[in-house]
């Protein structure tokens, strides 16, 4: 009896850390969002820099922003994995250069954790998806 109680708060705690391993914190998103600006907007309607408009980026397709020309690798790879979500903008966020090698975002990437779950929360804040 005590084994099974063992693992449903295994299962417990396990599904309550993956869900969560995204869930930042939209302020403090906003202000990592300070890097990505130089590049990028994210208005709604707002007009595409050196890098796509990130309005309604999450849940969206992956390199598919109206009137931005993308990477041949960054269009491949988004014909394969389908449209942005929470995990492969968290891989994208650390090291763009790592999820699709040739890439032609020049951005290093972000090394902390919570910066990328901030971010995707802010991101995910600023769109309709």
């Known amino acids: ?76 790879y988004g014909e394969e994995a389908g449209n942005w979500n929470e995990e492969n903008l968290d891989a994208w966020l650390k090291k763009p250069k790592d999820l699709v090698r040739k890439t032609k975002m020049i951005f290093p990437g972000l090394k902390k954790e919570a910066d990328r779950a901030n971010l995707i929360a802010y991101l995910k804040e600023n769109g309709n998806n």
């Open 1 to 76: 009896m005590l084994r099974f109680f063992i693992k449903i708060f295994t299962i417990i705690f396990l599904l309550t850390y993956i869900g969560s391993a995204y869930a930042g914190d939209a302020e403090k998103g906003k202000k990592v969002f300070n890097k990505c600006k130089a590049c990028h907007g994210i208005d709604e309607g707002g007009k595409n820099k050196l890098g796509p408009n990130l309005w309604n980026i999450v849940g969206s397709p992956i390199a598919a922003a109206e009137g931005y020309k993308y990477s041949k690798a960054l269009i491949a």
